[in-house]
């Protein structure tokens, strides 16, 4: 598990601001400081790519780069990973997106998940990104699993978040069997008893994009 803030950086400040009261009624600033987090999040990620080399002739002489010869797939999770993935997608240009849409049913008295849309590739022997903004029960992560598992199975997963709750972790580790690793740019103390992360910035998705009905 790799977390971004554990070390201090300028992504101290795109948190800080993404937490803030008085900053969150910019929903502009709010979108842009998600996409900027995926951009530094997606970099992270690339380093434990799989790479080859790309022999590239330059106006001088021929030379050779390794590139990244993974597969990719993103996969946003609808729709408060919209702003995020789009720092991933402005890394991986080449890469083919996907979409899901999962968000709690309301007013269930155990968190339920509604999976209500889905488009994507096929997914066998790919490289996923799963990019979600909060990681607090980890339910929607698991059952968005389970839902792009029928495209075909993927060579490795990569669960990618702004803020994760250790309760969520938990329930990633005991329930998705496949070669994965999480990412997050900062780890919080715990859920609320609404399953809430703690301290949290509240509901990304009203934050983004405004209120829902």
Not at 28 to 54: H, M
Not at 75 to 99: K, M, N, T, Y
């Amino acid at each position: 598990m790799f977390i971004l803030n554990e070390n201090n950086s300028v992504a101290n400040t795109f948190l800080a601001e993404l937490r803030d009261e008085t900053v969150q009624n910019d929903r502009l600033r709010f979108r842009e400081n998600l996409k900027r987090l995926g951009t530094l999040l997606a970099y992270e990620i690339s380093k434990s790519l799989s790479y080859e080399p790309k022999q590239i002739k330059t106006s001088l002489a021929a030379t050779t780069i390794d590139v990244v010869s993974d597969d990719l797939v993103i996969v946003s999770i609808l729709r408060a990973a919209i702003p995020f993935s789009e720092g991933f997608v402005s890394i991986f240009d080449h890469a083919e997106v996907a979409f899901i849409g999962a968000a709690r049913k309301e007013g269930a008295g155990d968190i339920e998940i509604a999976l209500d849309y889905a488009a994507a590739p096929d997914l066998t022997g790919k490289t996923l990104l799963i990019v979600d903004p909060m990681l607090a029960t980890g339910k929607s992560l698991i059952e968005s699993v389970d839902r792009l598992m029928t495209n075909g199975t993927p060579k490795k997963i990569h669960l990618a978040s702004v803020i994760a709750a250790p309760e969520g972790i938990e329930f990633i580790n005991q329930n998705l069997d496949l070669d994965f690793s999480i990412w997050t740019c900062a780890l919080d103390e715990r859920l609320d008893e609404q399953s809430y992360i703690v301290p949290g910035l509240g509901d990304a998705g009203d934050l983004a994009f405004g209120p829902k009905l």
